[in-house]
């Protein structure tokens, strides 16, 4: 499952639910993904101001390169 824009369970005090989703997914019951932009890739993940918890190996950090996909679209010179 991929979460996008969800915030809005932090916002309405419903984070549980993604706590819960992600418990289910550490019992096997399938992955759960969730996308959430941040300023600054040092820091924990956000959801509208709320830490997302996260164990140390459970979260990645995209750089704006792979965003844009630059690894397969490098220039190539003649």
Known sequence: MLLNDAAV???YRAID???E???AARGG???VW???????P????MLD???VRVGDNEWIALPDAWVVNAHRSALVTP
Not at 34 to 40: A, R, S, T, Y
Not at 42 to 45: A, V
């Open 9 to 11: 369970l932090a916002r």
């Open 17 to 19: 639910r993604l706590y």
């Open 21 to 23: 989703l992600a418990d």
């Open 29 to 31: 019951a399938g992955d």
């Open 34 to 40: 969730l996308l959430c932009p941040m300023e600054d």
């Open 42 to 45: 040092s820091l924990l993940p």
């Open 49 to 51: 101001g709320a830490v």
